[in-house]
């Protein structure tokens, strides 16, 4: 083989990897988009599903999916900003602490889901759940926190997504200017105003992106939900934090693999794959357009 | 804040009084001025203690990482460690058994098997190992030349307008939650795959394997294609200035810089192969068979056998004991391998940015 053929056979080579994998994402998506497509109608996404679950829509998971993933924001964003405000503001480049917490923070993004619904279950629901109960009702028969519930699932998806946070902001963080830090500081605010009224501001763009990527995450995630709250099918809407709730993610699992009837599951089945997969391609392309913005922004 | 003068900065940006004296002596100078007013002045140099309690509790916050990784080990180790010293008296229980194969009643010899429901309970946890470790392999065979492909290409040939577009789509394929892959793996490609390959059972370890690869590969080309792209420069130019091909430059001076970078790319995916869940509970068929070598069994892993059983457990019983110390070794099994690629990337980097000076 001449060196030519041979730097054609390695360009091909690779290139023929990248339209493999381009490749099974369409299929993937396609094949989805086909079939779930004609399942969409405007009573699919606000109805009760009927009892077995074949027909009837999904409104009660997209609820639950919503009602989740917004209080795992609320509890996520603020710590995952606070941190990478830390990490990238106040510590210095060789704090010892500022290493332990990027280690940290590594493996927390690593840790499997499964292992994340082990330890919502032993830890909220069970050790923090199970000890308001003993303070407040002293009644273990009949736990009133120590149960199950959206406001434990949320709490547990806030941990797994807080390297989501943390990694966004600071990389936000970094974009920004140091002369508007020291523009700031010069005109006589303090370390938090600057961080506060300047610095924040000016890294608006990436914290959203933060923020979008977390949701994207938290909603699309199911193993660590399967102890701390989803239910395969509630008559009601959750209205408390303790209640369960339903979520598209669960309810893919459970009408592709319990329904007694798979056959007749299916277009259900597809319909709600479909709206999963919307919810989270599309934030998640939202977030990369925002970043691609800020990163434009860097790079000048 | 009062008015602002050259020593503002400092002291706004947390350092003490310094700053402070040499005005303190002028004004002293200037005859009786009591002592209270140059110390409020000093004292209007310092960050107010509101401001002090923020920067406070934003610095107490920064430890949530910290703990909580803490936290995972102790709150599942909780449920798990008193299977070590609880004592059950009908013998039911063994310790061994959760490794050491054992001649069970009706057995003709010792077995490993896990069979949670049968009479007696039998929990020996290799074949689960053994299946997850399966299905691993099985998705790195295919996801590592697919990942590094993907890398080189898009760091050593695609132009900077292709890059730009294939690079987040890849990425895009991380963020497809991993219960839509199972899904597709269970209702589509397991069928097709059985029509192609005539699987005898439709669900199996192959079938898991190719809808798992579908989630490693971003990770494998994302890390990749970084350790690839922050090869210096110069390495490139040397190596053209010495009459190379691309091919030469790409596989004798580029891969070979960038080689701890692909190896904690393989870590890296293998620790999140072994964590997917979702994906081998729905697609892999779940049987806990012992058959290390055929890939085209149902296998059952550690993560969907966790997923699939705790639901149905009392807390307590040895079963529950032993879900979670699946669950704590799997946890221990990735902290490792994750500490490791963690520490092959910031080397790698470290030494790379080095030579490029």
């Known amino acids: 083989m001449t060196r030519t053929a041979r730097d054609r056979a390695l360009a091909a080579a690779t290139g023929l990897c990248v339209a493999l994998v381009l490749g099974m994402l369409l299929v993937v998506v396609g094949e989805i988009v086909r079939h779930g497509w004609p399942q969409l109608s405007w009573a699919f996404l606000t109805d009760q599903p009927t009892a077995d679950m074949t027909g009837g829509g999904i409104f009660p998971a997209i609820y639950g999916t919503v009602a989740l993933t917004l209080l795992m924001t609320v509890a996520v964003v603020p710590m995952g900003v606070a941190t990478a405000v830390w990490l990238h503001e106040y510590a210095g480049r060789s704090s010892r602490l500022a290493a332990v917490v990027r280690a940290a923070v590594h493996n927390l993004a690593g840790v499997p889901s499964i292992v994340f619904g082990l330890f919502g279950l032993g830890f909220f629901v069970l050790f923090l759940g199970g000890s308001i109960d003993d303070l407040v009702y002293g009644d273990p028969t009949r736990p009133v926190w120590g149960k199950p519930g959206v406001l434990w699932a949320a709490l547990t998806l806030a941990v797994l997504t807080l390297p989501v946070v943390i990694v966004t902001t600071e990389e936000a963080l970094r974009a920004v200017p140091r002369d508007l830090r020291e523009a700031a500081l010069g005109l006589g605010a303090t370390r938090l105003q600057t961080v506060v009224r300047v610095v924040l501001p000016n890294a608006r763009a990436g914290i959203l992106t933060g923020l979008i990527l977390a949701v994207s995450r938290g909603a699309g995630e199911v193993a660590p939900i399967l102890f701390t709250g989803a239910a395969n099918f509630l008559p009601y809407l959750p209205s408390d934090l303790r209640d369960m709730f339903m979520h598209l993610g669960y309810h893919v699992f459970v009408l592709a693999t319990q329904s007694p009837n798979v056959e007749a599951a299916r277009p259900a089945l597809y319909g709600t794959v479909l709206v999963l997969l919307v919810l989270t391609l599309s934030l998640n392309v939202a977030a990369v357009w925002l970043r691609s913005r800020y990163r434009a922004a860097l790079r000048s | ?357």
């Open chain 2, 1 to 357: 804040m009062t008015p602002v003068n050259e020593t503002g900065d400092a002291a706004a940006a947390g350092a003490p009084d310094p700053a402070v004296p040499p005005r303190d002596h002028d004004e002293s100078e200037a005859a009786d001025v009591p002592r209270r007013k140059s110390r409020r002045l000093a004292d209007s140099f310092r960050t107010p203690w509101t401001h002090r309690l923020v920067e406070r509790a934003v610095a107490a916050v920064a430890w949530t990482a910290i703990v909580a990784i803490a936290f995972i080990f102790v709150f599942v180790a909780r449920e798990a460690i008193p299977l070590l010293y609880e004592r059950h008296e009908d013998g039911s229980f063994r310790l061994v058994d959760l490794f050491a194969p054992r001649q069970w009643p009706g057995y003709d010899a010792p077995v490993y098997v896990w069979q949670p429901v049968g009479t007696p309970e039998k929990f020996n946890v290799v074949p689960l190992f053994v299946g997850t470790l399966k299905v691993t392999v099985l998705a790195m065979l295919l996801s590592v030349p697919l990942g590094v492909g993907c890398a080189m290409y898009v760091s050593q040939y695609a132009s900077r307008r292709v890059r730009e577009i294939v690079k987040p789509v890849i990425e895009l394929l991380a963020s497809l939650p991993s219960v839509v892959l199972g899904f597709f793996a269970l209702i589509v490609l397991a069928s097709s795959m059985q029509a192609v390959f005539g699987f005898r059972f439709r669900l199996n370890a192959t079938v898991a394997a190719v809808a798992l690869s579908l989630a490693i590969v971003p990770v494998v080309f994302t890390v990749t294609e970084d350790a690839l792209s922050s090869v210096p420069r110069s390495l490139h130019e040397a190596a053209i200035a010495l009459g190379a091909r691309k091919y030469q430059t790409t596989l004798r001076v580029v891969i070979p810089a960038a080689l701890p970078g692909i190896a904690a790319a393989i870590i890296l995916g293998f620790g999140r192969a072994i964590g997917e869940t979702m994906i081998v509970l729905m697609a892999s068929g779940n049987a806990a068979t012992l058959a290390p070598f055929d890939p085209t069994t149902s296998v059952r892993t550690v993560t969907a056998t966790i997923a699939a059983e705790l639901g149905e457990v009392a807390r307590g019983e040895p079963h529950w004991r032993v879900l979670f110390l699946l669950g704590l070794m799997l946890f221990a099994l990735t902290f490792l391998l994750n500490l490791a690629g963690g520490l092959i990337v910031r080397r790698l980097h470290r030494r790379l940015t080095a030579s490029a000076t």
